[in-house]
T-cell receptor
Framework: QQQVKQSPQSLIVQKGGISIINCAYE??????FPWYQQFPGKGPALLIA?????SEKKEGRFTISFNKSAKQFSLHIMDSQPGDSATYFC????????????FGTGTRLTVIP | GAVVSQHPSRVICKSGTSVKIECRSL??????MFWYRQFPKQSLMLMAT?????????EQGVEKDKFLINHASLTLSTLTVTSAHPEDSSFYIC????????????FGPGTRLLVL
């Protein structure tokens, strides 16, 4: 059973545009929601993470929006660049990212110059 | 940031042989390390959680006798794929938990295993 559902599966965005990736979860015990960026042949790297006590977190061009009542969270990449082309995974865990992470299915982002 | 290394980065072996993959935390002590498996264009699936000095905890459906995990020190965990078969070909990724103030997982670069 997929604990975290992610969409879309793939996304193509023009350079300078906004990339939006959505995730949903069912387990209300989850209280840590990170996003990971993975380039081909590499391990995932933590991009940004949020806890449910805030509705939004911004770090540079990356923003997480969190809707606790809807059990949804999303990643927004502003001013998308070709270098952002990668696969993005949302995840969820209980406690902190130090505990078991449940990953979404991934979104392959392509930013066209 | 914290660094986790994996060795080898890529390995090709014959069916029936065993392959060992090392995962090291380079600048922190990791009381817990996680092993994931990732098939092409798919998500990461947790295989097992290993704690230093104790037996690993395997996820449902993962054969513990086939995927041997040893976490002998606070900076090293190994995954041995025994009697490898072509269906074991995959991308294996480890992560290490920083037990200090940061309390998060740091991922290694992954090991690509191809079993012929």
């Amino acid at each position: 059973q997929q604990q975290v559902k992610q969409s879309p599966q793939s996304l193509i965005v023009q350079k300078g545009g906004i990339s939006i990736i959505n995730c949903a979860y069912e387990n209300t015990a989850f209280d840590y929601f990170p996003w990971y960026q993975q380039f081909p042949g590499k391990g995932p790297a933590l991009l940004i993470a949020i806890r449910p006590d805030v509705s939004e977190k911004k770090e540079g061009r990356f923003t997480i929006s969190f809707n606790k009542s809807a059990k949804q969270f999303s990643l927004h990449i502003m001013d998308s660049q070709p270098g952002d082309s990668a696969t993005y995974f949302c995840a969820a865990s209980i406690g902190t990212g130090a505990n078991n992470l449940f990953f979404g299915t991934g979104t392959r982002l392509t930013v066209i110059p | 940031g914290a660094v986790v290394s994996q060795h080898p980065s890529r390995v090709i072996c014959k069916s029936g042989t065993s392959v060992k993959i090392e995962c090291r935390s380079l600048d922190f002590q990791a009381t817990t390390m996680f092993w994931y498996r990732q098939f092409p264009k798919q998500s990461l699936m947790l295989m097992a959680t290993s704690n230093e000095g104790s037996k690993a905890t395997y996820e449902q459906g993962v054969e513990k006798d086939k995927f041997l995990i040893n976490h002998a020190s606070l900076t090293l965990s190994t995954l041995t794929v025994t009697s490898a078969h072509p269906e074991d070909s995959s991308f294996y990724i480890c992560s290490a938990r920083d037990g200090g103030a940061r309390k998060t997982q740091y991922f290694g670069p992954g090991t690509r295993l191809l079993v012929l």
